[in-house]
């Protein structure tokens, strides 16, 4: 028995390390439910994604009132970071917003959930709701996720039903059910309001959806120049996620191991997740997971840093740009909407490119100067209230074209 039980312990400290606390912490609220068969309930766990109706308690859905469907959070999540600016910033202009979470698994009450939301994102006026009974109607219910979009497809007390797609989701799964479930929302005849011009290219081209782009910003009052303690020691940046593929966690440890070899006095900082569990040879700080506040002063100290984005482009090279970092990125047309070769040195993803396009500032003094402040200046014209002022405008474009209320 205990030898059973000690395996389960290794078995969610391995899924913890690899795939990310909230995704084991799902795996056993998932275990639990089932009880103690040794069978899985794969009818259960994916009868999500048959049809279905979720009515709306009694009411009129008034306008400007938006019905936000997202999945539970935890504090490092950056995605949900801009779901929460986007409502802080409608709100602002008199919109009114509630938050639903379908399947809670980090909170366990509705004033905790509001409180992390309050304290460790924005101090928002929406309220929570946790599961999915007693739903008010509104005017604008929003997917933020591939499993969200199922929910709003079966909310029947919306207006107006929207997809903010932040990523294209069939790319987080293997080629199976999950890849499949996740592409077919796309389909469900949404209006897509999307982080960039890359997805909202990709999913009008590729299924047929109606889409608007908005754009990156950077909080200036926080992302600017900080002082530099120590010039004399250069340092490589890495925003290193294990647990996150599309951020290529191994591609970018075989780059700072060359660095390393051909400059062997840099010093590395990886922040992001913890890696301590990593056998890293070469002299690095591992950061794990540093709060909003911290990150500047940690960006500012040092010289480059290497950001890597398998799908849609990351907003965090804009806030390394606006603090003074230059920014090493992969190639390719998930992210050329968003930087270009004036703001950042772009490379192919393969280790030696990407080393090359490092060791090629790291080198250069004159020229990684000379991309910093052009990058700075690039990341200055990033502005928060410019994309909420394109959301509302999206909003508006729904309204006169009486979107769809999507399939059923």
């Known amino acids: 028995m205990a030898s059973k039980l000690s395996q389960k312990i290794w078995r969610v400290k391995e899924m913890a390390r690899k795939?990310?606390?909230?995704?084991?912490?799902?795996?056993?609220?998932?275990?639990?439910?089932?009880?103690?068969?040794?069978?899985?309930?794969?009818?259960?766990?994916?009868?999500?994604?048959?049809?279905?109706?979720l009515p709306a308690k009694p009411g009129v859905a008034q306008p400007g009132t938006l019905l936000w469907f997202i999945p539970d959070f935890n504090l490092g999540s950056g995605g949900h970071l801009n779901i929460f600016r986007t409502i802080w910033h409608?709100?602002?202009?008199?919109?009114?917003?509630?938050?639903?979470?379908?399947?809670?698994?980090?909170?366990?009450?509705?004033?905790?959930?509001?409180?992390?939301?309050r304290k460790h994102f924005f101090p928002l006026k929406a309220p929570v709701l946790l599961g999915l009974d007693d739903l008010p109607p509104c005017e604008f219910a929003v997917a933020t996720g591939w499993d969200t979009a199922y929910q709003v497809r079966a909310f029947s007390g919306a207006t107006h039903k929207v997809y903010f797609v932040q990523d294209y989701e069939p790319h987080f799964f293997p080629v199976g059910s999950e890849y499949v479930l996740a592409s077919n929302?796309?389909?469900?005849?949404?209006?897509?309001?999307?982080?960039?011009?890359?997805?909202?290219?990709?999913?009008?081209?590729?299924?047929?959806?109606?889409?608007?782009?908005?754009?990156?910003?950077?909080?200036?009052?926080?992302?600017?120049?900080?002082?530099?303690?120590?010039?004399?020691?250069?340092?490589?940046?890495?925003?290193?996620?294990?647990?996150?593929?599309?951020?290529?966690?191994?591609?970018?440890?075989?780059?700072?191991?060359?660095?390393?070899?051909?400059?062997?006095?840099?010093?590395?900082?990886?922040?992001?997740?913890?890696?301590?569990g990593y056998r890293i040879p070469f002299p690095h700080l591992s950061c794990g997971?540093?709060?909003?506040?911290?990150?500047?002063?940690?960006?500012?100290?040092?010289?480059?840093?290497?950001?890597?984005?398998?799908?849609?482009?990351?907003?965090?090279?804009?806030?390394?740009?606006?603090?003074?970092?230059?920014?090493?990125?992969?190639?390719?047309?998930?992210?050329?909407?968003?930087?270009?070769?004036?703001?950042?040195?772009?490379?192919?993803?393969?280790?030696?490119?990407?080393?090359?396009?490092?060791?090629?500032?790291?080198?250069?003094d004159e020229k990684r100067r000379a991309q910093t402040e052009r990058a700075e200046a690039y990341a200055a014209t990033m502005q928060w209230e410019t994309v909420a002022h394109e959301f509302e405008d999206a909003l508006q474009q729904v309204r006169k074209q009486g979107t769809s209320r999507g399939h059923s």
């Open 289 to 364: 997971t540093v709060g909003l506040d911290d990150l500047p002063d940690l960006y500012a100290q040092c010289d480059v840093a290497l950001v890597v984005s398998l799908t849609n482009a990351s907003l965090l090279p804009l806030e390394l740009m606006a603090c003074g970092c230059a920014v090493v990125s992969n190639r390719g047309v998930n992210v050329d909407w968003l930087l270009n070769d004036d703001v950042a040195t772009l490379a192919e993803t393969s280790p030696e490119a990407l080393t090359d396009a490092v060791c090629s500032l790291m080198q250069d």
């Open 90 to 117: 409608l709100e602002q202009k008199g919109y009114t917003s509630t938050i639903v979470i379908a399947n809670p698994v980090m909170h366990i009450t509705v004033q905790e959930a509001e409180n992390a939301i």
């Open 185 to 276: 929302t796309y389909r469900f005849g949404f209006f897509g309001i999307t982080a960039g011009t890359w997805l909202s290219t990709k999913l009008a081209q590729e299924y047929g959806m109606a889409t608007r782009s908005v754009g990156f910003g950077v909080e200036s009052s926080r992302y600017h120049r900080l002082p530099r303690r120590e010039p004399e020691i250069r340092r490589v940046f890495f925003y290193a996620r294990p647990p996150t593929p599309r951020r290529a966690f191994e591609i970018g440890l075989l780059v700072l191991n060359e660095v390393w070899k051909r400059m062997p006095d840099v010093q590395f900082v990886l922040a992001g997740w913890d890696t301590t």
């Open 19 to 53: 795939e990310g606390i909230p995704a084991a912490l799902r795996a056993v609220v998932r275990r639990l439910r089932q009880g103690p068969s040794h069978y899985i309930d794969v009818l259960r766990h994916y009868s999500f994604a048959l049809p279905y109706e």
